[in-house]
């Protein structure tokens, strides 16, 4: 006896697929402010990026709390998941990165102050990898929710604090100044913590090529790489939209984002390597 292949079109309300995605809101979501037909482009595909800051936030504090709870395997695959989309956040890029100042121009001043350094979920992002800035609250004073939300992830332990303690639990010796830092502050390098990296990954009883912290610190090194790759990604296309000209907002446009694009998160993991 044959079955009917034509799926159920007929429902009472809206679809259980609108109900669970709700797309009607994302895809009504965007209001231009310029007559310019770029504009579109431009304004879904920064809230594209902000979808994925907030995936990727998920990820992150996943993995900070697995680490604090020993589970190594559950805050490796967040992270590896997290890679994945990374490279998805980074490919954003792709229909912003061949603006002409001409083309930016022309919806530009629909920005107004307007600027992605003000953007709360990519901030709780970077406070994940480490880099905290009380400053970087104030934009946010006049959203008390969001305002809340960041001020209770400066002074969280980041992805990286909680990446050290699992490591002095383990044995490893990392001093008790950086376990007992003022979090709220940016971490600083430390050559106590590059020369605990370069144990893990010299093959010194812990560090066999597979044991769990070279795994650890890789799934870290593939997730710095990428953060790398989009500081880069925005240069470039900063640079190519508005050369050198101060950004919006105020900011510092290109001179701040090549600032950015020197620095590496996680970063005795990199240097680590020139010790093993």
Not at 224 to 247: C, I, P, Q, Y
């Amino acid at each position: 006896m044959s079955h009917d292949a034509t799926p159920n079109l007929d429902f009472a309300g809206t679809t259980p697929y609108e109900d669970y995605v709700q797309a009607d809101v994302l895809t009504h979501l965007q209001h231009p402010l310029s007559d310019d037909p770029g504009e579109m482009v431009f304004l879904v595909t920064t809230q594209v990026m902000e979808l994925w800051f907030t995936v990727i936030v998920h990820e992150w504090e996943t993995a900070t709390r697995a680490l604090r709870e020993d589970r190594v395997q559950v805050a490796r695959d967040a992270l590896k998941r997290s890679v994945r989309e990374l490279e998805a956040l980074n490919a954003s890029w792709r229909p912003l990165a061949q603006l002409t100042p001409a083309q930016f121009n022309s919806y530009r001043s629909a920005l107004g102050e307007g600027s992605g350094f003000q953007s709360a979920m990519y901030r709780r992002m970077e406070f994940l990898l480490g880099d905290k800035a009380a400053s970087m609250l104030v934009p946010h004073r006049g959203a008390p929710r969001v305002y809340a939300e960041l001020e209770k992830a400066l002074h969280e332990p980041s992805l990286y604090d909680e990446v050290l303690r699992l490591l002095a639990r383990r044995g490893l010796p990392v001093p008790e100044a950086v376990l007992e830092r003022d979090l709220s502050q940016k971490y600083e390098p430390s050559p106590e913590i590059e020369k605990v990296w370069a144990t893990v990954y010299g093959g010194q009883d812990v560090g066999e090529p597979d044991s769990e912290l070279v795994l650890l610190g890789e799934a870290l090194t593939d997730v710095g790489e990428l953060v790398w790759r989009w500081r880069n990604d925005h240069l470039v296309a900063t640079r190519r939209a508005m050369g050198s000209k101060t950004g919006t907002g105020g900011s510092a446009g290109v001179a701040w984002l090549e600032k950015r694009a020197r620095k590496n998160v996680f970063p005795e993991l990199w240097t680590a390597r020139s010790h093993v």
